[in-house]
């Protein structure tokens, strides 16, 4: 198993340029998730979702858009970047989205930096 | 959903004991609790979740009490290798799992 792969693994993006950063997973798993962590603070959930086709916000949704047509990818695009999403962007992926009792695993993260 | 409250930082020596403690005053009935480590660089990893009581593992211990409000992670006999941010998460069935700031630990030697 590769576990959660998400690439690229950096990326340097111009002010209101778009891109895409892709995330997948090999368990199986119904629920995935993207979150972005900056400098010395927490990671903030940005989308998430529970199954192929279905997606909801997280706490930091605006500027992001994400669909899920497939179990496997989970992709996040940025419509037009903007400095403030200088970021590292992380993707996590758990089996049941139902089940409390659950373990989230996460990529190794995209770093990104808007210029 | 429940919010959490961990110390920001913490300091310890190698070869101690090092408890970290979460405080989750709004938790639900169904919350489990649940623990993760983040080095540099890379995503955060699972340590050891648990409802109530005490759970151990090969790693750490979770202690929770009776009513749940708070639960303390303890590292046992720590090393350099520790050095990390500690997160407390508490996942309340509605798909969000939010993570709090994080108790950056830094063992020295």
């Known amino acids: 198993n590769a576990g959660v792969t998400q690439t690229p693994k950096f990326q340097v993006l111009k002010t209101g340029q778009s891109m895409t950063l892709q995330c997948a997973q090999d368990?199986?798993?119904?629920?995935m998730s993207w979150y972005r962590q900056d400098p010395g603070m927490g990671l903030r959930l940005i989308h998430y979702?529970?199954?192929?086709?279905?997606?909801d916000q997280g706490e930091v949704p605006n500027g992001y858009n994400v669909s899920r047509s497939t179990t496997e990818d989970f992709p996040l695009r940025l419509l037009s970047a903007a400095p403030s999403q200088t970021s590292v962007y992380f993707c996590?992926?758990?089996?049941?989205?139902?089940?409390?009792?659950?373990?989230?695993?996460f990529g190794p993260g995209t770093r990104l930096l808007v210029l | 959903l429940a919010k959490t409250t961990q110390p920001i930082s913490m300091d310890s020596y190698e070869g101690q004991e090092v408890n970290i403690t979460c405080s989750h005053n709004n938790i639900a009935t169904n919350d489990y609790i649940t623990w993760y480590q983040q080095f540099p660089s890379q995503g955060p990893r699972f340590i050891i979740q648990g409802y109530k009581t005490k759970v151990t593992n090969e790693v750490a211990s979770l202690f929770i009490p009776a009513d749940r409000k708070s639960s303390t992670l303890s590292l046992p006999r720590v090393s350099l290798s520790d050095t990390a941010v500690y997160y407390c998460?508490?996942?309340?069935?509605?798909?969000?799992?939010?993570f709090g700031t994080g108790t950056r630990l830094k063992v020295l030697a």
């Open positions: 998460l508490v996942f309340s069935g509605t798909y969000k799992y939010i």
């Open positions: 979702s529970v199954g192929a086709g279905i997606t």
């Open positions: 996590a992926s758990s089996y049941s989205p139902t089940g409390v009792e659950e373990t989230q695993y």
């Open positions: 368990m199986n798993h119904e629920y």
